[in-house]
Structure formats: structure tokens, C-alpha cells
């Protein structure tokens, strides 16, 4: 129950990370499962449907309910921490971004066993993804699924901004704000501008599927290749969403292992923005083969390519920040340290890719695969692993094991290159992706084989990463305030885990690297920016739980609402939208309630803060 | 840390309350980064119209379709009812309450005369035209944009209802004015996209 109210950043930034880390498995599972479907040619182990649902489900998983909510979970348990706020702008908000997240995944996973999973990929190119190709409910699933836990994110990406605009403590302006707390106020700003357009583009396809709308119907007038640019258009910078937090993590765990501060931190402040602006001028780069024809294509193929100039620039400032300083190879430095020539491997084909002429040999061929498993695993998924083992101690007052960490490490990491190495030359060979099966004697036998070996070592990482938090979590919770010793941030000056109210005091920043700048002038901790005094604290609410059942309710209802049912009752309730209406009143109602009886929070009193 | 009550029972209300606490101006500042995203919503929802306007897959074009008279007197309903959220935000900044409460009421009146009209513009072209939403993809263009905007403004009908309902329960405090305030933002925005529409769809469906 308490979980289910809680309105804590801390405790929401554990509920990602359990409801991610339970996505991010059953994606890994189908991972897995696709991997030995394709361990040898003309396997018959799935057949073209399942396979097709597999891909699709993993693929929209892993991106939306997988490592989106992990990050929201670092950026929840560290944001506030970081600009020494005392919770995030909109706490009641926070637990409704996560609720409806929640549903929204829940509902789509539900696919798998209503009749059907969404079979269309995950980019759901219509016609595919239209009722002529994909009959059941599969992308419908699809569609309302994601939109709920798409408004999630959303929400999630409005408090952000605004907690890191007006929650910063005394003294840190924006140039003093740690790189990670930079990487979170770019990528909500993303959040809000390319979500809206997915929001658009699931609506239209709904709309399609549901109520025979002719948006990507030609036979109506409608033209597919729309959805293509509305669905690029916030699908690539949605991966500037994935991988700009990573930076973020490295930017923070490699000056703090190296002893040094960030090289370049300005120049890395304007990359990030630099990086955001030019992800929204690109999309088309994924449409070379649509035929825009040629000046669009090269357009797209040069501003595309631009990007690599920004991120070459953080690349280089990582390395100089490692140079010279005393390095020491912490698992989570281990992490930072294997992201670095990992993803930019993924940059290099992305090059490769941005060049049109060459793309449309490379299209829909495991080269692709490769390339954005390079970007996402190599980069987001090393990313995430240096930042929880990183924070592990902050967010549960426990340290992780360096052994079993280093163990994840290596296994993960090796069997990583395994599985997407041999890839590129799989897709340059012309082993197309998302097929099911292949011929023998193609070459492809033996360097599959070598890829679905690797897929199963990432899964022993995996299950050793879970192993370590298993008996991580028997042990006492004794982790210090700065377990790490070279903290410079100012998560590490208060206990782990931190109290509700984070700081007893609001610190007073002095400049960037805060805690750092204290310790070398030889204080032992932040100068309070205020005194003691009673903590105002937003009470505990059940309400935000309720409007996403509510809306969980209504997508299953106008899901549902064309259908015919054996029992009567069933297609009277559904038919005439009565589900629907009852999943919206339980919404609407919460909302009102919500605004008829105010909640006025309570305080803990200063004899309570002295009495720890 | 004093709670908004506290500040507001003292007798000093501030002149502008929907900024006096820090919660409050969270609230106006998060409402203009959700009307960033609405822009985005609306923006695409408009590329769409425009790329598929002229597909009307033999249904009836918008030149055939739209009546403009009826048109301009919905589009003059909801400029009005913004000129009235803005003497309502006035009242309040003078701490007018009773003044307030009227201008409110008068903008959601309005409101609905403006819903009113629109669902019967709707439902005429629905059974006399022939023009539903699966007719062609330009009527599935346009029943999607002007009535996502419909639904905006029957959103807005409700909750600035609400807070008329709050404003007499619990007066004006420093709790209520943010959402009086933010409410009225709303109003206007939507009142801004209709003009996107009452030209980009209507004038131009008109034209050619
Ligand atoms: C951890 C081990 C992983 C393995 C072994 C793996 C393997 C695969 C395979 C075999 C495919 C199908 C390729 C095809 O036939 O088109 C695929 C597709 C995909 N994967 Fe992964 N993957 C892994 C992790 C991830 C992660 C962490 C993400 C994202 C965060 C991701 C995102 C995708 C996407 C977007 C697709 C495309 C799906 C589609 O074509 O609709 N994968 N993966
Ligand atoms: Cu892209």
C-alpha cells in the first residue's frame, strides 16, 4: 500500500526500476527466443507469426517499458539529490507519470495473451500494421498501450524540466549543474517536443484500425508514407532520449574515478544541446529508400552526418578527463570505460548509414541490427549498468559486490561484441533483418551460431548483475554518505539511502563540482544556505494509481468496442462504450477529487530533523 | 516553508496570487511547457490535414462542404470568450471575487454555444453530406483536427466549471488563483489554434 500512495521520488525511482528491470527481462527473454530461432538455418523451433510478434514486442519493450524507465529511475533517485531540491516539482505528477507507464505496459503486454501480439515491428509501418495485414488485435494493443504509457513519460519530462528550472539550490546556476542533471533537462525538453507527434501518429492509426479511418488507407486516399515521417519524426529523437542520459552517467562516474573534473564541461554542455537540436532535423535519414528523391536525401544525409561533430567532441573530453588522472577501475568505471569505444563503434556505422547511396544497400539488413544495438546496448544499456552500480549505495544504502560487478562486466561486455560484431558482416553478406529463417550454405550458419552464443553470455551478465543484487540486498544497509570517496556531487554529502526530506538544510553552492570544491577547501561538508527549520511534505495519495487504472479500463474498452462476443451481456457493455465510459469516469472522477479536497502536506518539525 | 494558507489568511493577498508561492509559479511555468507540447500535438495534427485535404477520395471537397457564416459566428463565440477569461484574470488581480466568478461563468457559456454550433456543423455534414469519418482520408484529416480541438474545448467547458464550482467553496486563495490562471492560458490557446483552423482548414478549404 505504501508503495502504491507513495509520492517520494526515492521510492518512484525504485518502481521504475522494478517495473523496468521486469520489461527489460521478458524483452531479454525475447531476445533470447529469437536468437535460437536463428542459431541455424531453416530452424523450425518458431514459426513466422511467433517470430514476427517476437521481434516486434522486443523491440517496442525494450525501447519504451525497458531502459526508458530505468533511466527514469536514475533521474528520479539522483535529479532531485543533485540540484539539492528537496523532491521533484510535482510529486503527486511523478507518481502518475509512473502509474500510467505502468498500465500502459501492462496493456500491451497483455497482447500475448488476449489473442494475439502487435506483428508489425516496432516502427508498425502501415500498410503492415493496418487490418489487412495485421488482423487481430495485436496492433491495437499496440497503439493504446503505448499512448498510456507514452502520457507517462510525458509527464514525467514536464516535471523534470520544471524541478531542474526553479528547485535548484542557492548558488547553482546552470553552468554549475552536474552534467547528469544537464543530460535530464535536455532529454525532457526532447520528451516534450517528440512525444506529442507519436501521441498524433498512435491516434491516427487507432483511428484507422478502430474506426476505419483513411489516414494510411490508400484505397481512401490516405498515404502510408505520412505515418513513416510522423513516426521518425519523434522516433530519432527518441534515441537522442536513450543515449543523452547515458552521457550524462559517463560524464559524471569518469571525472569522479579519474579524480579530475570534467574536461571541457562547457563544451559538453553545448554538445548536448547541439546534439538535441540537430536530432529533430534528421528523421528522414530512416526513409532514404521511400523515395524522396535526391536532394532530400542528401539533406538529410549531411545534417545527419553533422552529428557526429558534437558527439566526437564528448568523446574526446572522456578520454581527456581520463588523462593523466588517477584512474581506478571500479565496476562502474569499468562500464564508463567500455562505453566509450563501444558506442563509438555505433557512431562510425551510423556514419556509414547517414551516407544515402550506401544505405540502400545496408537497409533492413542485419547491418542495421548491428549498428543500433551498438548505439542502444553498447551505449544505453553500459550507460545504465555504470550509473546503477554507481548509485546502487545512494539509492539503497547498500554497496554492490566488485567481484560479481566486474564478473557482469566481462561477461556482459564480451558476449555483447559476440552477438553484434559478426552482425555487420551478416547484414553486408545481405542477411536480411526480420526474417525468420534462412537458407544453408550462404555463409550466414556459422557466424549466427557465434551471435545467438553471444545472446546467451549477455544473459549469464544478466542473471549475475541479479545475483549481486539478491545477496546485496541481505546484507546491512551501511553504505557511507560518499561510499565512492571522490564524490563531487551533491548527492554524496547527505546519508544513503537519504531521508524523505533529503536535506536537513538546503545547501549552498559555491561552484561547479560542489561537494568537491568544499572538500578542497577543507570543509567537511556544504554550507547550509539555510537554517533549521520545519520541512513542508506532500502527503501520500492513492489517486494517481486510480486515474491509470481508470484509463487502463478505457483502452481496454474502446479496444474492444467493435467486436462481437458470445455472451451478450459482454458485447452490450463494450458496444455501446459503456467500458469505456466507466474507465474515463474513474479517471475524470479521481481528477475532480483531486481538486476538491486540497492536500496541504504536512511538516517535520526541527526537534524531529535533530532527533535522527 | 509557510503553506499557501497561511500567506493567504493573513489579509495581505498578493496582487498577483497565482505567483505568490512557489508552487504556484511551478504551476504556470509547467503549464507553458505542457502547451509546448500541445503545439506539437496540434502541429502535426495540422501537417496531416494539409497533406491529405486534397484527398477526398470522391466524397465531398471542402469547398462543396463548408458554410462559412456558421463558421464565423462559432469562430466569433470563442474569440469573445476569450476576451472574457482575460477580464476574468483581471477581476482577480483587482481580488474581485464576485466579478471573477461572473466573467468565468460568462467564458464557459460561451464555450458551449461555440460546442453547440460545432456539433451541429457536425452532424450536417454527417447526414446530409455524407460526410463521416470514413468517407475519405480529407474527412478523416478533418473530423480529427477540428474535433480534437472540440475535445479541448469540451475539456475546458468542464474544468474551468470546476474551478467555478472551487472559487465559491473555497473563495480565492493562493491555492485556487494558480488554476484560475492556468485555466485561462488554456483557454487561450485553444482559442489561438482555432484561428489556425478557422484559416488553414475553413478559408482555405474555401479558396481552393
Ligand atoms: C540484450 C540482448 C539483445 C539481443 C540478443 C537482441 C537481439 C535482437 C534481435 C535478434 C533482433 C531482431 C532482428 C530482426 O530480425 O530484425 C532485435 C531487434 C531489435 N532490438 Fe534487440 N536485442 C537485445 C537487446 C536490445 C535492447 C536493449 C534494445 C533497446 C533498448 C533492443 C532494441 C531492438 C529493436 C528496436 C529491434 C528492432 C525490432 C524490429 O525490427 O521491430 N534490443 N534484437
Ligand atoms: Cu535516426
Redesign the pocket.
Known amino acids: 500500500m505504501d508503495w502504491i500512495t507513495t509520492v517520494d521520488h526515492k521510492k518512484i525511482a525504485i518502481l521504475y526500476l522494478w517495473a523496468g528491470g521486469l520489461f527489460f527481462g521478458i524483452g531479454g527473454l525475447e531476445a533470447i527466443l529469437i536468437r535460437i530461432q536463428l542459431i541455424k538455418p531453416m530452424n523450425t523451433f518458431l514459426d513466422a507469426q511467433t517470430f514476427n510478434e517476437l521481434i516486434t514486442m522486443h523491440g517496442t519493450t525494450m525501447i519504451f517499458l525497458g531502459v526508458m524507465p530505468v533511466i527514469f529511475a536514475l533521474m528520479n533517485a539522483v535529479i532531485p539529490l543533485q540540484i539539492g531540491a528537496r523532491d521533484v516539482a510535482f510529486p503527486f505528477l511523478n507518481s502518475l507519470g509512473f502509474w500510467t507507464f505502468l498500465f500502459g505496459g501492462l496493456l500491451l503486454n497483455l497482447s500475448w495473451v488476449m489473442g494475439g501480439a502487435p506483428d508489425a515491428g516496432w516502427t508498425a509501418y502501415t500498410p503492415l500494421s493496418g487490418k489487412g495485414y495485421s488482423a487481430t488485435h495485436g496492433v491495437d494493443f499496440y497503439t493504446i498501450g503505448l499512448q498510456i504509457a507514452g502520457l507517462g513519460t510525458l509527464i514525467g519530462g514536464i516535471n523534470f524540466l520544471a524541478t531542474i528550472i526553479t528547485m535548484r539550490a542557492p548558488g547553482m546556476s546552470f553552468m554549475r549543474m552536474p552534467m547528469f542533471a544537464w543530460a535530464t533537462f535536455i532529454t525532457s525538453a526532447i520528451i516534450l517536443f517528440a512525444f506529442p507527434a507519436v501521441t498524433v501518429g498512435l491516434v491516427l492509426l487507432t483511428f484507422d484500425r478502430i474506426l476505419d479511418a483513411n489516414f494510411f488507407n490508400v484505397a481512401g486516399g490516405g498515404n502510408p508514407v505520412l505515418w513513416q515521417h510522423i513516426f521518425?519524426i519523434f522516433?530519432?529523437p527518441e534515441?537522442y532520449i536513450l543515449i543523452l542520459p547515458a552521457f550524462g552517467i559517463i560524464s559524471e562516474v569518469i571525472p569522479t574515478f579519474s579524480r579530475k573534473r570534467l574536461f571541457g564541461y562547457s563544451s559538453m554542455v553545448f554538445a548536448t544541446i547541439l546534439i538535441a537540436f540537430l536530432?529533430f532535423m534528421?528523421?528522414a535519414?530512416?526513409m532514404f529508400t521511400t523515395g524522396l528523391g535526391p536532394v532530400a536525401n542528401a539533406l538529410f544525409s549531411v545534417s545527419?552526418m553533422l552529428i557526429a561533430v558534437p558527439t566526437g567532441i564528448k568523446i574526446f573530453n572522456w578520454l581527456f578527463t581520463m588523462w593523466g588522472g588517477q584512474v581506478r577501475f571500479t565496476t562502474p568505471n569499468l562500464f564508463a570505460a567500455g562505453f566509450i569505444p563501444t558506442f563509438t563503434m555505433g557512431g562510425v556505422t551510423?556514419v556509414m548509414l547517414a551516407s544515402a547511396p550506401a544505405d540502400f544497400q545496408f537497409h533492413d539488413t542485419y547491418f542495421v541490427v548491428a549498428h543500433f544495438h551498438y548505439v542502444i546496448v553498447g551505449g544505453l544499456v553500459l550507460g545504465l549498468f555504470a550509473g546503477l552500480h554507481y548509485w546502487w549505495p545512494k539509492m539503497f544504502g547498500r554497496m554492490l559486490s566488485e567481484t560479481l560487478g566486474k564478473w557482469t562486466f566481462w561477461t556482459f561486455i564480451i558476449g555483447f561484441h559476440l552477438t553484434f560484431f559478426v552482425q555487420h558482416f551478416l547484414g553486408l553478406m545481405g542477411m536480411q533483418r526480420r526474417v525468420f529463417t534462412y537458407l544453408p550454405n550462404q555463409q550466414f550458419d556459422t557466424l549466427n551460431l557465434v551471435s545467438t552464443v553471444g545472446a546467451f553470455l549477455m544473459g549469464v551478465g544478466m542473471i549475475i548483475f541479479l545475483v549481486n543484487v539478491f545477496l546485496t540486498s541481505r546484507r546491512p544497509a551501511d553504505a557511507p554518505e560518499d561510499p565512492w570517496e571522490d564524490g563531487r556531487t551533491l548527492e554524496w554529502t547527505i546519508p544513503s539511502p537519504p531521508p524523505e526530506y533529503n536535506f536537513k538544510q538546503t545547501p549552498l553552492v559555491r561552484g561547479l563540482d560542489a561537494f568537491w570544491k568544499e572538500k578542497m577547501a577543507g570543509h567537511k561538508g556544504m554550507t547550509p544556505a539555510e537554517p533549521v527549520g520545519p520541512i513542508h511534505m506532500p502527503s501520500a495519495t492513492i489517486l494517481p494509481f486510480l486515474m491509470s487504472v481508470g484509463i487502463f479500463i478505457a483502452g481496454l474498452g474502446f479496444m474492444f468496442s467493435r467486436d462481437e462476443f458470445s455472451s451478450s451481456i459482454m458485447s452490450f457493455l463494450f458496444n455501446n462504450y459503456i467500458v469505456t465510459a466507466l474507465g474515463l469516469l474513474i479517471t475524470f472522477g479521481s481528477m475532480l477529487m483531486r481538486s476538491l479536497f486540497d492536500d496541504h502536506g504536512w511538516h517535520i518539525e526541527p526537534e524531529e530533523l535533530e532527533g535522527r | 516553508m509557510t503553506t499557501a494558507h497561511a500567506e493567504a489568511a493573513d489579509g495581505t493577498f498578493p496582487h498577483e496570487p497565482e505567483k505568490a508561492t512557489l508552487e504556484g509559479r511551478n504551476k504556470v511555468l509547467a503549464f507553458w511547457l505542457f502547451l509546448g507540447g500541445e503545439a506539437v500535438l496540434f502541429g502535426t495534427l495540422f501537417a496531416t490535414f494539409l497533406a491529405l485535404r486534397n484527398q477526398t477520395n470522391e466524397g465531398p471537397s471542402a469547398a462543396e462542404l463548408f458554410h462559412l457564416p456558421l463558421v464565423a459566428a462559432a469562430t466569433l463565440l470563442l474569440l469573445v470568450s476569450s476576451l472574457t477569461s482575460v477580464f476574468a484574470i483581471q477581476a482577480m488581480h483587482r481580488g474581485n471575487v464576485a466579478q471573477l466568478r461572473n466573467w468565468l461563468l460568462v467564458t464557459v457559456l460561451l464555450g458551449l454555444a461555440f460546442l453547440i454550433l460545432e456539433i451541429y456543423e457536425f452532424s450536417v455534414y454527417v447526414r446530409h453530406e455524407e460526410f463521416g469519418m470514413t468517407t475519405s482520408a480529407f474527412s478523416s484529416a478533418f473530423y480529427t483536427l477540428v474535433g480534437f480541438h472540440g475535445a479541448h474545448v469540451a475539456f475546458g467547458i468542464l474544468w474551468i466549471a470546476v474551478l467555478i464550482g472551487q472559487l465559491l467553496h473555497k473563495g480565492l486563495t493562493v491555492v485556487t488563483a494558480p488554476k484560475i490562471y492556468v485555466s485561462a492560458m488554456y483557454w487561450h490557446f485553444i482559442d489561438v489554434v482555432w484561428v489556425f483552423i478557422f484559416t488553414v482548414v475553413y478559408l482555405l478549404g474555401k479558396v481552393g
Open positions: 521518425w522516433g530519432h534515441v536530432g534528421v528523421w535519414h530512416h545527419t551510423g
